[in-house]
């Protein structure tokens, strides 16, 4: 019997890194639109400069799809030289429309995909898209994900706790009403690591400034980067039956300040007494 070669995966099977990826850069910078009889199209619009990420997008989809570029004037410069894939196919329309990759606008109304997919790929393509990874005018390292939608939010804040431990609040911007999640320092550096590991698809540039955040070392003086502790039953009950906010910080092995404060809203009803845990 001869040996049979393993067959290529399903178009759009995000358990695929390079699908999940483009499935999440789709959502953040793709568009797709439908006319009468059937008719229509998904296309993605990058600086002309990334266009080798779009010729990837082109090899990994098994239907006809075209590259152009064009050049037209902007709001933030006088010219800007775009590339252009578009892909037309019915059936490739209607799986990544199955997906969640809505008609229309959609800034409020996308969400992470509700099958299996691979999680921080898809990340990735969502920051490829719509965020950014580099240094601040200071030089510290950063990553950030600007989105209007309140899961995809949810999404990156719930992966960034699970990776660096850190912790970011949901609040939407007075100014633009949406969401500004951003990733600093050595938080900024681990999160990058795991996002842009070697050879995975993304933008040639994000991914060079991902690795340039990895030789970062914080400036001598400079305080060290804290991650909120969570406070414990056990360490509330020591810290009420001490009395004494000093005391408990040696026992506890925390600051007086965190405990002098933690003591305030215990005994004030703003946090819930061990036996409410």
């Keep these: 019997m001869a040996d049979c070669e393993p067959s290529a995966p399903r178009f759009m099977d995000l358990r695929v890194p390079e699908y999940a990826y483009m499935f999440g850069f789709f959502q953040a910078d793709g568009h797709l639109s439908q006319q009468s009889r059937q008719r229509g199209r998904l296309t993605v619009e990058i600086s002309a400069r990334d266009i080798n990420l779009l010729r990837q997008f082109q090899k990994l989809t098994p239907y006809n799809s075209s590259i152009t570029e064009r050049t037209r004037s902007t709001n933030f410069a006088e010219t800007h ?64 994900l600007t989105t209007a939608s309140t899961p995809i939010a949810s999404c990156l804040r719930h992966y960034g706790r699970y990776v660096t431990g850190a912790e970011r609040s949901l609040k939407r911007n ?3 009403d949406i969401y500004n999640l951003f990733y600093a320092m050595e938080v900024a550096q681990y999160l990058a690591a795991d ?19 990895a030789t970062w070392v914080r400036p001598a003086g400079m305080r060290a980067a804290h991650t ?14 001490l009395g004494s906010p000093m005391a ?30």
């Excluded at 969640?100 to 920051?127: M, N, Q, V």
């Excluded at 996002?195 to 690795?211: Q, V």
């Excluded at 506890?252 to 061990?274: I, M």
């Design 174 to 176: 007075a100014r633009d």
């Design 228 to 241: 909120r502790r969570r406070w414990t039953g056990d360490e509330d009950r020591i810290l009420l039956k």
């Design 248 to 277: 408990a910080a040696e026992v506890l092995g925390r600051t007086t300040q965190s405990c002098n404060l933690r003591h305030w809203r215990l005994r004030n009803g703003k946090a819930p007494k061990p036996s409410e845990q």
């Design 81 to 144: 030289k775009a590339a252009v894939w578009t892909l037309c196919s019915l059936e490739a329309r209607t799986t990544l429309n199955a997906l969640g990759l809505p008609y229309g606008r959609k800034s409020k109304t996308i969400a992470p995909p509700l099958g299996e997919f691979s999680l921080r790929d898809y990340l990735r393509g969502l920051i490829d898209a719509d965020g950014s990874v580099g240094f601040t005018s200071k030089g510290f390292p950063f990553v950030s």
């Design 195 to 213: 996002l842009y590991y070697p050879g995975c698809l993304s933008l040639e540039r994000k991914h060079s400034a991902a690795e340039a955040l």
